[in-house]
Nanobody, 129 residues
Framework: QVQLVESGGGLVQAGGSLRLSCAAS????????MNWFRQAPGKEREFVAG??????????GKVADSVKGRFTVSRDADNTVSLQMNSLKPEDTAVYYC????????????????????WGKGTLVTVSS
């Protein structure tokens, strides 16, 4: 049974940092693109950042300008991915989800929710002002 389990969420003051982790099990994800999404109350789920099997952090979409330079995705092991979040802002408050996709990053769906093969249940991040 494939599972993605997020951890590391919590309450932090603006300007602080959090490191979210995603532990994947049930199969090998070394060739999957691992992504982080977030969903704030009353808003749609949005792509935050991801990492391809070759490594590095990929940003896309309307959130990119907001998180570049503050958020970084890394693979700690074949089946573990982290989202390092620095200089957090109140508008970063959301439930953060880990997701995995086998879709090629040359496609137009590697960063959209409908393109994900697996999802975690999310972890809540609250940033106080």
């Amino acid at each position: 049974q494939v599972q993605l389990v997020e951890s590391g969420g919590g309450l932090v003051q603006a300007g602080g940092s959090l490191r979210l982790s995603c532990a994947a099990s049930g199969r090998t994800f070394s060739r999957y693109t691992m992504n982080w999404f977030r969903q704030a109350p009353g808003k749609e789920r949005e792509f935050v950042a991801g990492t391809r099997w070759s490594g590095g952090t990929s940003y896309y979409g309307k959130v990119a300008d907001s998180v570049k330079g503050r958020f970084t995705v890394s693979r700690d092991a074949d089946n573990t991915v982290s989202l390092q979040m620095n200089s957090l802002k109140p508008e970063d408050t959301a439930v953060y989800y880990c997701a995995a996709t086998s879709v090629a990053t040359s496609s137009s769906t590697w960063f959209v929710p409908s393109g994900m093969d697996y999802w975690g249940k999310g972890t809540l991040v609250t940033v106080s002002s």
